[in-house]
């Protein structure tokens, strides 16, 4: 990525870049995907440089999501529709909506998963790192008494940072943390759900899914 | 109701019926004009009311997407719609109680019923006395973005047991327009950026129509099921980070399982985490191997920016899963125990 389109994005960010140059930028974003892999790369530096990429669902279930409605058949749907409605006094508040929906198709392809490759399922091997998701041991128990320093927006903050995870990981089936994810995103978010949301609506041009982390923090 | 629901207190109101109200109400210049506290309601008031059209950028984990959002308020009917502009043309439109998924990458269109009004773009709870406690809420000078004047607020934690907010919040209109999820350190998690917006009076029909063609792709309709019993005397934290309380008790079905989970909701009233309690099952499959879909399971994983930590007690899994720090997730998860108890929370 060169370094006047690097500057632009990083305007764009900080509220910075013109309306006009905006418009370009945006124009360019969406016809051009080497141009958000770029961004993509961009955006992970920060956490390249501190070691820290963690397990990722996301990719993993967008390539579910797919295969499942790849190989969907109708004998599938009614037993997919009996598990997929939570009740009716489960319902959340605001936002909803998209988390509702997105259960359903994360249950489509989990449950599609499922019955599609039973063997999967039922085998003794490994689970393959395609459908795992890294665990690792949780950090210490942080004193709940320590206040955090104050969000100064005059400080330059790294756009996406994840939190540091670190030590040997754990294999967990991805189909498994889906359910508990999505079960979780009915519940108020202002992008939590989003995330979850956006990953359905990605296109179909990248299913690769990323490699389990095993990185080790600094 | 169902035996041993509890219902979610006031402040989880759905956010369009709430802000309904707040709408109705009219809101003169005054000192409380300044109020963080009150932007933040005019901002949920804005997402679920106002008409609006936008494109915005959703950067997460070290990707970037652009959507476009449509959403209109129409003699008490809400639309809109939800559009991938990365190639992919997906689509979500939810018209009222309807949500239709457009995956014209799998020829699939999915239909629910929703009984939900919340938008497509989310919204924060409304606030609780409580939140001060926990969270200091205060407006940062004001800057422009997009061109426009932009109300800052900053929702900081007091401590390391949750995550915070920055959002900047068009001095006209309250539509937010950048939000970011931020950590105790203000290392920013996960945010969403418009490039345009616009809120006319009317929206045509024709913006809300799918620019799908469903010739040939497959229907999938899914409708609702009844509720599932609670063990209402099961699983509960024995102990709770500062401001966490229990808010819903209910049970669910997960995909794969064959005993319904027990499923919990504590909230300090802005963030939100769900435990699971499962029944140990029998991990072995029918050929006497080893189900790794239902192995027990024990540690921390990142999700997107949340955390879900998972532990075994007592025979039974316990999985803790929120948009908090990781620390936030395994205290809850270790302090379950199979008690109808109340819970404590740490000071």
Known sequence: MSDPIREQISAFLDGELPDTETELLLKRLTRDAELRESFGRYALIGEACRGTRGSVLTRDLYVRINRAIDGESPAVIPQIAAVSRPASWWRPMAGAAVAAGVAVVAVVALRQHVAVAPTLAASQNPVPAASAVTFVPAPALANANVAAPSLNPNEPVSYTTPATLAEAPLAMPAARLTNYVFAHSKYPSLLGQR??????MVGSEDQ???PVATDKSP | MIPGVVRRSAWLLPGAVVGALLFAIPHPATAADDDPRAWLQRMNQALATRNYDGMFMHVSDGRIETMRIVHRVQAGRVTERLTSMDGSGREFIRSNDELTCYLPDKKTVLVEQTQERGPFLGTLPQFGAGVNEFYQIESLPNTRVLGRSARVISVTPKDQFRFGYRLWLDEKTAMPLKTQLCDARGNVLEQIVFARLE?????PDAELAPSVHTEGMRWVRLSPREALPVDSAG???SELPPGFRLTVTGAQMLGGASLPATHLVYSDGLATVSVFVEAGTDAKGPDDKVDAAQAPMQGLARVGSGFVFSTVVQGHQVTAVGEVPAQ????????????????????
Do not use: N
Request: charged share 25%.
């Open chain 2, 328 to 347: 936030t997730v395994e205290f809850i998860a270790h302090s379950v125990k199979p008690s109808a108890g109340s819970e404590s929370t740490r000071r």
């Open chain 2, 199 to 203: 809120t006319p009076d009317t929206i």
């Open chain 2, 235 to 237: 699983f509960r934290a």
């Open chain 1, 195 to 200: 995330d979850v949301l956006t990953d359905l």
């Open chain 1, 208 to 210: 690769t899914v990323p």
